[in-house]
Each structure stands twice: as structure tokens, then as C-alpha cells.
């Protein structure tokens, strides 16, 4: 299939689908089990190269890396009420071993709030054991009952990142907040994905949370996604665990927590937002692959040698250098068509080499996204590559804000703002009023969803868009997934 270059934002679902198969990322619609995919092993590459990422900034920032079992069981998940709520519907549960019935249902995990609080109480008595920073990249499993979506929307998401953190006070557990929040931002300026921070509103929080903080990002189409998201979660699940610890003064009392997670949507969006009509354009920050070497082949079988073992010397080189390279010695296929199957998998840079490169001791280098073609020659090769892959990166980066941020709008009228919805996408700020039924009015009016508001409020001189008394903040609003 091709999708005009022109057009392919407006043919984005059915682009997206096509890359993450064509390309060989993501398996996704085949696998017997409605929700579930399989990453094949070039997006298992992809894919490691963004934990890779996301471990590095934890890993800086003091939070140990542990591994909890997948199953829980029903009781401990039921210990915290307004969890199990926000949670119940979408929880898979395991009755049988073999033939026989289980005494107490076990859960497959849809989050380790619970568990892990169960776990901490075993093993931190003190304040002076504080703060703790546990974190996993785990699968958990939600029965998913609107229409799922390859790597976007599943019934198990098998990226799962997932931070745990314990604090003596309210302060510090907010302090934690703001760390994870400047750890979120790092991460996802490495992957170049742009974002708009929000806290979500009162109605939309995650169960059992005092203050939920959301990165939400935009797709090609125009829909939100929330990327990653950071809780406050006060002291409500070691209250509802029983769990005490020794302050300072001796005296005891429920520690405080926060909970962050990021899942397989951050490496969804690294491969979405930046492409063309061929496919996706993988950033060299995540590329499995940075450069392809594509032989063009000679009219004698001589001069066919001196091209390949040319090839091999270059990617040699690259290799030495630290640059992850393949040579395509594919006989049965034209340059042509190694090209379009090189761009489909969006290998960041190409270079191609015939005879006269042979003679002239040059490569070819060519851009993904540009196609722009620089000669030259082989003893810069390596600096000229790291140029490339540092510019190409940043030029992918400047143009996904740009975009992003062409897409947030301003309007104090619903009629505009569900024109802008309807037609165009994006995320529309109206003012807002701080009151509830206010912005629950505003979702049901727009048929969209609310994203949250600032944390610093945006005042305006407007007036709510609802009840029309002064606004207090703005509220963003987007068609999402």
C-alpha cells in the first residue's frame, strides 16, 4: 500500500497499521487473543532502546529496579475499596489450577499499588529507611472493552513501567512528584516526543490518588494520548493496608506514596510521529539500526567484488565507531527495492556505494526524511555520520513540536472549539470556572475528553465557558483514544 506523502497524517490509523506490520515492529491483530500483540524483533529492539532510556534516568535518580509476581490475590487487591473500584471491571481473573478450583481468585496484574504497599510493609519499619524508590517494567493485564489498537490500546500492555515510592511526610512524597515530573520530561526530550503537562481534574483521577499529573502528547490524526502519568497517593493505601512506620519522635504513622508509570504509548509515539508516505522515521536516539549500506552493483564480477568488500570495510568502520550498521548483500533484490524496504523500516541514514565511491575512496550518504545526498569522504565517514545523526534528530524533534504546538488552541467559544475538535483535532484551552459540573458540562457539550488544567493556573480575563463567571484556569480539551 502507499499513502501519498501529502496525505499520510490523514490516513494515519491506516498508516500506523501497515508501518508496524510492513516494517517488522509489532505483530499485531493475528495472535488468537483480541488485545494482544507480539513484538517481532526488530520493534524488540526498538523497544529495548526505550527502556534503555527510561532506566538510565531512574536508575540516576536513586530508584531500584525489583520484580513482583503477576498474580494477586483477590483479598489483597480488595483491601484498598476505592482502588478495586476504579479497577474492577477491567481485572482477569484466575479460578482454576488445572482441574481444581481455587480457594480465593487470583488477579492478573492491572497495577501493583496494593502489592507492592503489601510488600513494603514487610520490609520498611522506619523513617530512617526513607524515602524508598522501587520501580518495574512488567506486563498488566486490563479486560480492555472499548475497541482496542496495536501498542496504543490493549488488554495487556507488556511495557510497563511502573515506580513506587515511600515517603515519612506528605511534603516529601510531593517533592517526589516533582522529581518524577522533571524525570518524565528528560525521558521523553531524549525520545523527542513533545508533551503538555496537566493535572487531571478531580472526576478523572487514578483510583485512589490525591493529585494525578498527566503528559499527554499528540498523534499524527490529530488524537491526544496520554503518555505517562504521576500520582500522589497520600496515605490512602497504607491506611487501607494498616501499614505504620516509626517517625522521628517515635511515634508511628502511615508512611506516604506516589506511583508513576509510562507504557508501551511512549515507544507508539516514537514510530508515529515522524514519517512519510514510506514509513515511519526511526530517531537515532531509539534505532535499532542507524545506518544501511546498499552496494550498487558493477557490470563485471571483479568490480562486484571491489563494491562488496568496500561495503564490508565501511560497515567495519562504523562498527569500530560504535555505530550499529548492516550491509545489504541481498543479490535477488535491486537497489530499488532495498531502498523502499530500508525506508519502510526507517533506518536513519542509507548509504550507498557503486563503483565510482569504490575509485574514489567517498560514500554516499542519504537522509530518511530528506533524502538529501552528501558525498564524502571515507577517512571523515565517521564524522560526518555523527553529524548527520545528531542533526537528523533534532530537525525530527523540532519538527514534532512545531507541529504539537500548532495543534494547541485558545478559544472562550464551544462552538468553535467543537469545530476545531470535529474537523482538525488537537488540544482547545477554554476557560474554566474550577467548578466540576463545569467541566463535566464541557466534555459532554464537546463530545471530546477533558486532558486536565495547568498546575500553574493560565488566567484569563474570560469568563467560564459554562456558567459564565470569571475563570480560574483553562481547561484543555481533545478527542483521544
Known amino acids: 500500500m502507499q499513502i501519498p506523502r501529502e496525505k499520510w497524517r490523514n490516513n494515519f490509523s491506516e498508516w500506523f497499521d501497515n508501518v508496524i506490520s510492513q516494517a517488522e515492529i509489532y505483530d499485531y491483530g493475528r495472535y488468537p487473543i483480541k488485545g494482544m500483540g507480539v513484538w517481532m524483533?526488530?520493534?524488540?529492539?526498538?523497544?529495548?532502546?526505550?527502556?534503555?532510556?527510561?532506566?538510565?534516568?531512574?536508575?540516576?535518580?536513586?530508584?531500584?529496579?525489583?520484580?513482583?509476581?503477576?498474580?494477586?490475590?483477590?483479598?489483597?487487591?480488595?483491601?484498598?475499596?476505592?482502588?478495586?473500584?476504579?479497577?474492577?471491571?477491567?481485572?482477569?481473573?484466575?479460578?482454576?489450577?488445572?482441574?481444581?478450583?481455587?480457594?480465593?481468585r487470583l488477579a492478573l496484574r492491572p497495577t501493583s499499588e496494593v502489592a507492592i504497599t503489601y510488600m513494603e510493609s514487610l520490609w520498611v519499619k522506619s523513617y530512617k529507611e526513607l524515602p524508598k524508590k522501587y520501580y518495574q517494567i512488567v506486563s498488566i493485564f486490563r479486560y480492555e472493552t472499548k475497541a482496542t489498537r496495536a501498542m496504543i490500546r490493549l488488554r495487556e500492555v507488556t511495557t510497563f513501567k511502573e515506580a513506587h515510592t515511600l515517603h515519612v511526610s506528605y511534603e516529601d512524597a510531593e517533592r517526589q512528584v516533582k522529581e518524577a515530573i522533571d524525570i518524565y520530561k528528560k525521558i521523553f526530550d531524549t525520545l523527542g516526543l513533545p508533551y503538555i503537562l496537566s493535572e487531571r481534574p478531580e472526576w478523572d483521577r487514578f483510583?485512589?490518588?490525591e493529585h494525578t499529573y498527566a503528559f499527554d502528547t499528540l498523534m499524527p490524526d490529530g488524537k491526544a494520548l496520554q503518555?505517562?502519568?504521576?500520582?500522589?497517593?497520600?496515605?490512602?493505601?497504607?491506611?487501607?493496608?494498616?501499614?505504620?512506620?516509626?517517625?522521628?519522635?517515635?511515634?508511628?504513622?502511615?508512611?506516604?506514596?506516589?506511583?508513576?508509570?509510562?507504557?508501551?504509548?511512549?515507544?507508539?509515539?516514537?514510530?508515529?510521529?515522524?514519517?512519510?508516505?514510506?514509513?515511519?522515521?526511526?530517531s537515532p536516539v531509539i534505532a535499532p539500526i542507524k545506518v544501511v549500506i546498499i552496494p550498487i552493483p558493477a557490470k563485471t564480477e571483479e568490480n562486484a567484488k571491489k563494491v562488496e568488500d568496500y561495503c564490508t570495510e565501511v560497515k567495519e568502520k562504523l562498527t569500530s565507531a560504535?555505530?550499529?550498521?548492516?550491509v545489504d548483500f541481498n543479490k535477488e533484490k535491486t537497489p530499488g527495492e532495498k531502498f523502499y524496504y530500508w525506508e519502510m523500516k526507517g533506518v536513519p541514514l542509507r548509504i550507498e556505494?557503486?563503483?565510482?565511491?569504490?575509485?574514489?575512496?567517498?560514500?554516499?550518504?542519504?537522509?530518511?526524511?530528506?533524502?538529501?545526498?552528501?558525498?564524502?569522504?571515507?577517512?571523515?565517514?565517521?564524522?560526518?555520520?555523527?553529524?548527520?545523526?545528531s542533526s537528523l534528530s533534532e530537525d525530527l524533534k523540532r519538527r514534532a513540536w512545531e507541529f504539537f504546538n500548532s495543534k494547541i488552541l485558545y478559544t472562550t467559544d464551544m462552538g468553535e472549539a467543537k469545530k476545531i475538535l470535529d474537523n482538525n483535532g488537537g488540544i482547545v484551552e477554554v476557560p474554566w470556572c474550577g467548578e466540576n459540573?463545569?467541566?463535566?458540562?464541557?466534555?459532554?457539550?464537546?463530545?471530546?475528553?477533558?486532558?486536565?488544567?495547568?498546575?500553574?493556573?493560565?488566567?484569563?480575563?474570560?469568563?467560564?465557558?459554562?456558567?459564565?463567571?470569571?475563570?480560574?484556569?483553562?481547561?484543555?480539551?481533545?478527542?483521544?483514544?
Open 41 to 104: 524483533p526488530y520493534g524488540f529492539k526498538i523497544r529495548q532502546n526505550v527502556i534503555d532510556i527510561i532506566r538510565k534516568y531512574l536508575n540516576e535518580t536513586g530508584h531500584e529496579e525489583v520484580l513482583f509476581p503477576l498474580l494477586i490475590p483477590e483479598y489483597l487487591l480488595r483491601k484498598e475499596s476505592e482502588h478495586i473500584k476504579g479497577f474492577e471491571g477491567e481485572v482477569y481473573w484466575v479460578t482454576k489450577g488445572g482441574e481444581e478450583d481455587l480457594d480465593i
Open 207 to 209: 483510583a485512589g490518588a
Open 227 to 282: 503518555i505517562g502519568t504521576v500520582h500522589h497517593l497520600g496515605q490512602h493505601f497504607t491506611k487501607a493496608l494498616d501499614y505504620k512506620i516509626q517517625k522521628a519522635d517515635g511515634s508511628l504513622d502511615y508512611p506516604y506514596q506516589t506511583s508513576y508509570g509510562i507504557s508501551d504509548r511512549a515507544i507508539a509515539v516514537s514510530i508515529a510521529i515522524n514519517g512519510d508516505d514510506h514509513g515511519p522515521i526511526i
Open 322 to 326: 560504535g555505530i550499529s550498521a548492516v
Open 353 to 389: 556505494i557503486g563503483l565510482r565511491e569504490v575509485n574514489n575512496s567517498t560514500v554516499t550518504i542519504k537522509r530518511r526524511d530528506t533524502l538529501e545526498a552528501k558525498v564524502v569522504k571515507k577517512d571523515e565517514l565517521i564524522q560526518a555520520i555523527n553529524d548527520m545523526l
Open 437 to 481: 459540573s463545569c467541566g463535566l458540562k464541557i466534555e459532554e457539550e464537546l463530545n471530546a475528553r477533558v486532558l486536565g488544567y495547568p498546575e500553574e493556573p493560565k488566567k484569563t480575563n474570560d469568563v467560564c465557558v459554562i456558567c459564565k463567571k470569571p475563570s480560574t484556569n483553562v481547561l484543555r480539551v481533545a478527542k483521544t483514544y
